[in-house]
Structures are given as C-alpha cells and as structure tokens.
C-alpha cells in the first residue's frame, strides 16, 4: 500500500471529533480514492497512533476483535450507542444516524486537502481532476447512511 493512501486516511481519522465515527467506506468515499477494504487495511496495520475507535464498519458495528476496547473509548466520549452493553451476550453498536461525523465546511476544507496531496502524489491518472483548486468532497451534502 502507498505510504500516501496510509498517511492520507490517518490524517482523515485524526479530525473524526470525540464523539463521533466514520465508517470505513466514509473515509474512502472523503478521499476519493480506495474502498472500505483499503482504509480497513491501513487502520489493521498502522492505526493504533490514532483514535482508531471512530472507524467503524457501516452497521455500526466497532473493529472486529476490539468491542470491548472500543465500548471503553465510546462511553467516554459519549458516542451515541443502541442495544445492550452488559449482560451474558452484549449486542450493542454505535448509532450511525447520531454518531455519523458530518463536516463543517472548514472540516471539509482541510479533508480537500488532505485528499488533494493524495491525488498529487499518485498523478493524474489517478485522479484526472485534481489540481490545486479541485474540492474533493463536493456536493457536500452529508455522508449518507
């Protein structure tokens, strides 16, 4: 994998505010570039440096093998959560419609950027539209559930 797309979509998760989650598929749809499998790889391998927690998969569910860290990470941050934490046979996860991050149109500005140097440094063949002006993440309508 380019260290570009990796630095790319941590740099993505570090600006994911407490509180709130991206899904996998979210950061790559931000950055133009990969799918949900991508950025999974880059959070397995390189992603403990960053607050990992809030990158999840779509249904809400938290990193495979790391609920119960994850849980620890969301109740202090006060994720919005559904279903039941505790008991026998736990079956929570996170509310997307509450927890999604939705960015702001400075959040936006610094996601463009991020994903402008991703495109710069792959070429244009990659990315035949960018270019110092192109806006990566237009329409900026929200993320979709």
Request: aromatic residues 6%; proline residues 8%; hydrophobic residues 45%.
């Amino acid at each position: 994998m380019r260290a570009e797309y990796v630095e790319a979509v941590l740099d993505v998760v570090e600006l994911i505010p407490a509180g709130q989650v991206l899904s996998y598929g979210d950061i790559a749809a931000l950055l133009e570039s990969g799918g949900p499998r991508q950025v999974g790889s880059v959070m397995s391998h390189h992603g403990s440096a960053v607050p990992w927690w809030r990158v999840i998969r779509a249904a809400g569910l938290p990193p495979v093998c790391h609920d119960a860290t994850a849980l620890v990470h969301y109740r202090e941050e006060a994720t919005a959560l559904r279903g039941e934490t505790g008991g026998e046979h736990p079956s929570w996860r996170v509310d997307m419609a509450l927890a999604r991050w939705n960015p702001n149109e400075p959040e936006f500005d610094a996601i463009d950027a991020i994903a402008a140097r991703l495109h710069a440094a792959v070429g244009p063949a990659a990315a035949p539209e960018a270019g110092p002006a192109a806006k990566m993440s237009v329409p900026r309508d929200g993320l979709q559930a």
